[in-house]
Nanobody, 123 residues
Framework: QVQLVESGGGLVQAGGSLRLSCAAS????????MGWFRRAPGTESEFVAA????????NYVDHVKGRFTISVDYAKNTVYLQMNSLKLEDTAVYYC????????????????WGQGTQVTVSS
């Protein structure tokens, strides 16, 4: 069992930055990969980024590459999503999720989910 709690969302102007946190608890976290997804109003969930808990290369959706960075703090059992140069279209509820194995982009492959944190980008 893995428990995930997101934080760090809020209101930010376009061009600004936010850092989302996902505090994870549970056994054998090193066996999991962690992902961030988002869902804007009226749309389906979208993969944003993922990384293996044990390290290695990260996986990003194309339109956040160069702006978003996913990272892991092993000491704090926390996964971060640093979001820079935010755009209006980044407005969404952001969810942290965990899956066994590789940092995949497929939502259905993730087993555990957090409750989500709202990110609103204003003009």
């Amino acid at each position: 069992q893995v428990q995930l709690v997101e934080s760090g969302g809020g209101l930010v102007q376009a061009g600004g930055s936010l850092r989302l946190s996902c505090a994870a608890s549970g056994r054998t976290l090193s066996m999991y990969a962690m992902g961030w997804f988002r869902r804007a109003p009226g749309t389906e969930s979208e993969f944003v980024a993922a990384v293996s808990w044990s390290g290695g290369s990260a996986n990003y959706v194309d339109h956040v590459k160069g702006r978003f960075t996913i990272s892991v703090d092993y000491a704090k059992n926390t996964v971060y999503l640093q979001m820079n140069s935010l755009k209006l279209e980044d407005t969404a509820v952001y969810y942290c999720a965990a899956t066994r194995g590789s940092p995949i982009a497929t939502k259905t492959g993730y087993i555990y989910w957090g409750q989500g944190t709202q990110v609103t980008v204003s003009s």
